[in-house]
T-cell receptor, first 112, second 112 residues
Framework: GENVEQHPSTLSVQEGDSAVIKCTYSDSASNYFPWYKQELGKRPQLIID?????GEKKDQRIAVTLNKTAKHFSLHITETQPEDSAVYFCAASSYNTDKLIFGTGTRLQVFP | DTGVSQNPRHKITKRGQNVTFRCDPISEHNRLYWYRQTLGQGPEFLTY????????KSRLLSDRFSAERPKGSFSTLEIQRTEQGDSAMYLCASSLSYDTQYFGPGTRLTVL
């Protein structure tokens, strides 16, 4: 069935360092890959997304890369700041259904 | 506030009672989704609507769960004969077709 695996489950970095979170999906029909940030007690908020016709997308300090052949996509955060500390979820959906299949989340801690 | 809203924000109930949650989507969004999130996990898809039509329902969803979107605007999610395992955060999201899903703040259900 549909599945999205996410690694690592926790990630601790020093302020200013880069952070990378990786996800693998199983459904070859997946064509949309959003990333959500969820702070404690808050709603998930979209930070960046990518569609399968694009290999990479960047928005200031955040970038996402997609490897359709390997069914991998990754989130890259550069110059991390303490306010980047949160849980990050990757997700995937396919062209024939709009539902999002989420990964299990990565808790990112950025230490000053 | 023009975002997705959910009521109530918290609900405590006794096992065996019925509960109903409400979601008000962003006004022009034709799609509305329900997800469930337990501690330390990513949101899990429950069901979604396009206008008033329920397009998909998770196979994991018990018959005790029912959702409606009678006029294609707000939606309700009802859980009958609640069980302790139903304790979770119930998230609603809305979108235009095949576009970004925006989440509400969630309803936290505790079943005693």
């Amino acid at each position: 069935g549909e599945n999205v695996e996410q690694h690592p489950s926790t990630l601790s970095v020093q302020e200013g360092d880069s952070a990378v979170i990786k996800c693998t999906y199983s459904d070859s029909a997946s064509n949309y890959f959003p990333w959500y940030k969820q702070e404690l007690g808050k709603r998930p908020q979209l930070i960046i997304d990518i569609r399968s016709n694009v290999g990479e997308k960047k928005d200031q300090r955040i970038a996402v890369t997609l490897n359709k052949t390997a069914k991998h996509f990754s989130l890259h955060i550069t110059e991390t700041q303490p306010e980047d500390s949160a849980v990050y979820f990757c997700a995937a959906s396919s062209y024939n259904t709009d539902k999002l299949i989420f990964g299990t989340g990565t808790r990112l801690q950025v230490f000053p | 506030d023009t975002g997705v809203s959910q009521n109530p924000r918290h609900k405590i109930t006794k096992r065996g009672q019925n509960v109903t949650f409400r979601c008000d989507p962003i006004s022009e969004h034709n799609r509305l989704y329900w997800y469930r999130q337990t501690l330390g996990q990513g949101p899990e898809f429950l069901t979604y609507f396009q206008n008033e039509a329920q397009l998909e329902k998770s196979r994991l969803l018990s018959d005790r769960f029912s959702a409606e979107r009678p006029k294609g605007s707000f939606s309700t999610l009802e859980i009958q004969r609640t069980e302790q395992g139903d304790s979770a955060m119930y998230l609603c999201a809305s979108s235009l077709s095949y576009d970004t899903q925006y989440f509400g703040p969630g309803t936290r259900l505790t079943v005693l």
